[in-house]
């Protein structure tokens, strides 16, 4: 695969594994370009066949393309990043990651995707979330409203300041 390819597929999926949607930030490993049809199954090297995936994913999925949805146990094709919608197919509660269709459960369960390392890392990446959140709400509420807002353009004493 030339640099260029990669560096493309790597651009579009905006530093996150395609699948699991953890940053690569995060992790100490580079992310990996998955072919989502693996090159045995007649998959091409073509930006509409590569996503993004984290070693985790990567690894799990291989050259899989199918998998059983646990709860009717037919056989469904996995999650396709190119084609599908992740929100439609996934959605996070707490740091787990669950199917919200048979594609998303059949995904989940092939990959791994709850794995407890995941979940682990998951939960201090949704803290420090949590913390960043609470520092934007403090400084708003330390800094206040805007002191110059336009309601304020053209007084030299706004009434309520001291
Ligand atoms: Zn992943």
Known sequence: MNRE???????????RCEYCRIPQSTLPL??????IVAEKHGGQTVPGNLALACPHCNRYKGPNIAGLDPNSR??????????????????FEGPRIL?????????VHVLAMNTDDLLLLRLELLKK???FLR???????????PQSGPQWRGQSQPANRA
């Open 5 to 15: 390819l990669a560096q493309t597929v790597r651009e579009g999926a905006g530093g």
């Open 30 to 35: 580079p992310f990996q370009i998955d072919h």
């Open 74 to 91: 037919q056989l469904v094709r996995l999650f396709h990043p190119r084609t599908d919608l992740w929100t439609e197919h996934f959605e």
């Open 99 to 107: 199917g919200r269709t048979a594609i998303g459960r059949a995904t």
């Open 129 to 131: 979330e949590e913390v």
């Open 135 to 145: 520092k934007i709400c403090r400084e708003t509420l330390r800094k206040g409203l």
